[in-house]
Nanobody, 121 residues
Framework: QGQLVESGGGLVQPGGSLRLSCAVS????????MGWYRQADGKQRELVAL???????RYTDSVKGRFTISTDNAKNTVFLQMNNLKPEDTAVYYC???????????????WGQGTRVTVSS
């Protein structure tokens, strides 16, 4: 049905930028919902950004104005552009897709394995 593979994580200095990519093994449909989550050490996983049909986006307050979620459906990829990174952004970032499976006429919840982002001097 699908697999997600994140990439683009790494070490970056405060104020720097990073772009995360989530490559999916299926064609992204307009009705699919895609999001980025993160989990810092010792903390709960939280929703960072979400994009739904009609390219409607939502962000957690702490990243508004700094992060941008987008998709390239032709390349079956979800992106998270992260600018002005702060140390508190340090976490493992996970891609999630609620994918509409045409053959079964239902949504399936898919998660990637995560990519580590470390913001430090």
């Amino acid at each position: 049905q699908g697999q997600l593979v994140e990439s683009g994580g790494g070490l970056v200095q405060p104020g720097g930028s990073l772009r995360l990519s989530c490559a999916v093994s299926f064609s992204i449909l307009s009705r699919d919902a895609m999001g980025w989550y993160r989990q810092a050490d010792g903390k709960q996983r939280e929703l960072v950004a979400l994009i739904t049909s009609g390219d409607i986006t939502r962000y957690t307050d702490s990243v508004k104005g700094r992060f941008t979620i987008s998709t390239d459906n032709a390349k079956n990829t979800v992106f998270l552009q992260m600018n002005n990174l702060k140390p508190e952004d340090t976490a493992v970032y996970y891609c999630r897709v609620d994918h509409w499976v045409v053959t079964t006429q239902e949504y399936v919840e898919l998660w990637g394995q995560g990519t580590r982002v470390t913001v430090s001097s």
